[in-house]
């Protein structure tokens, strides 16, 4: 169900996937720091049990930002996904690979949850430990998930972020590898290299193979795939005829056209256009009206006018699909 298309939701839906990626690589550092012999490693002198504290509390928080995450997405309608999409892997429609790693990513942490809430009662400590291996394969799945799926990952600031948590980590279980290997210069070396290649990897993927265009916000002009219902509402004289449907392409937007019919005319017209995910407003009337198609006009709030022309071909149960138009007229 989708509640809402205020940009809060969307912001807060980016916010938490962001924060619950960058806690997820913490964690993971932080546990390859426990398991191995990091230098410097300071907190030997603090009592273990206060250390896997500290990495039990990450995981909590990457678990609580996911929920945001996953509930904001739920709830909006610039890219509308249906319970089952969010549940099962290669459901969506959109990016189905890229997103089904993110599902699987927080499934498999949720799983790992559970072991953490069962060790040393039903599973033992050492089987425990071998199962939280499994918190590589939810890393990087969810950096596949983001550096694929992300609304910004194509962004300079969220490349930076991506770039930095996976030099961390390979950094990390470069040492953590090499840290049985006799001391020298190329040992002391390795992470510091490792680091730079996956990050360089990371910045050459979204800049190229991952790159994708920011989508308008409140263009201007665009014409989109429209999908949705006819309604009408007939009263003894007069009858309601709405049609309302949602436009999916480059520029989201939910419309609604209501019209009053009376005997041989219609007496009066609405038009509402919504975008996606500003939630800006473009209100005005229907111009003109045929069997599978209408023209529209409609001002926004700053006071710019768009033109519509929407038409269809009916599907079953008043369901409708084709095409929206919108342009700014001179």
């Known amino acids: 169900m989708h509640l809402t298309a205020n940009p809060i939701d969307w912001y807060a839906a980016r916010a938490a996937g962001v924060a619950a990626y960058i806690l997820l690589t913490a964690t993971v550092t932080l546990g390859i720091a426990l398991a191995g012999k990091l230098p410097g490693r300071r907190w030997r002198q603090w009592p273990a049990f206060a250390v896997e504290d500290l990495h039990l509390a990450g995981g909590l928080l990457v678990g609580t930002f996911i929920a945001i995450h996953v509930a904001t997405i739920a ?8 319970p089952m999409q969010l549940l ?24 790992l949850a559970i072991t953490n809430h069962y060790r040393d009662r039903v599973i033992s400590r050492r089987w425990w430990r071998r199962a939280h291996y499994v918190n590589f394969a939810v890393w990087a799945a969810a950096t596949l998930h983001g550096m694929g799926s992300g609304t910004d990952r194509s962004a300079p600031w969220l490349i930076a972020i991506y770039a930095a948590c996976v030099a961390a980590v390979a950094a990390a279980t470069t040492w953590r590898l090499t840290t049985h290997r006799p001391a020298g210069r190329i040992r002391a070396a390795a992470p510091g290299g490792v680091a730079a290649l996956t990050a360089l990897l990371v910045i050459a993927a979204q800049l190229g193979p991952l790159h994708s265009r920011a989508r308008p916000w409140d263009a201007a002009s665009f014409r989109d795939a429209l ?18 449907g949602q436009a999916s392409g480059p520029q989201n937007v939910l419309v609604r056209a209501d019209l009053l019919v009376a005997p041989g005319r219609i007496s009066q017209t609405r038009f509402q256009m919504e975008y996606l995910p ?10 003109h009206v045929a069997a599978t198609s209408f023209t ?35």
């Open 75 to 82: 709830i909006d309608s610039f890219l509308p996904f249906s």
């Open 88 to 111: 099962i892997p290669l459901t969506s429609v959109y990016r189905p690979v890229w997103v089904a790693l993110g599902i699987v990513a927080a499934e498999l942490l949720l799983a």
């Open 227 to 244: 999908t949705g219902r006819i309604l009408q509402e007939a009263a003894v004289s007069r009858a309601i005829v709405s049609m309302s």
């Open 278 to 287: 500003s939630g800006t407003l473009c209100l005005g009337t229907v111009l």
């Open 296 to 330: 529209a006009r409609c001002t926004i709030s700053t006071g710019a006018r768009r033109s519509i022309a929407a038409s269809w071909r009916l599907d079953t149960q008043a369901g409708l699909r084709g095409t929206l138009s919108v342009s700014s007229p001179r």
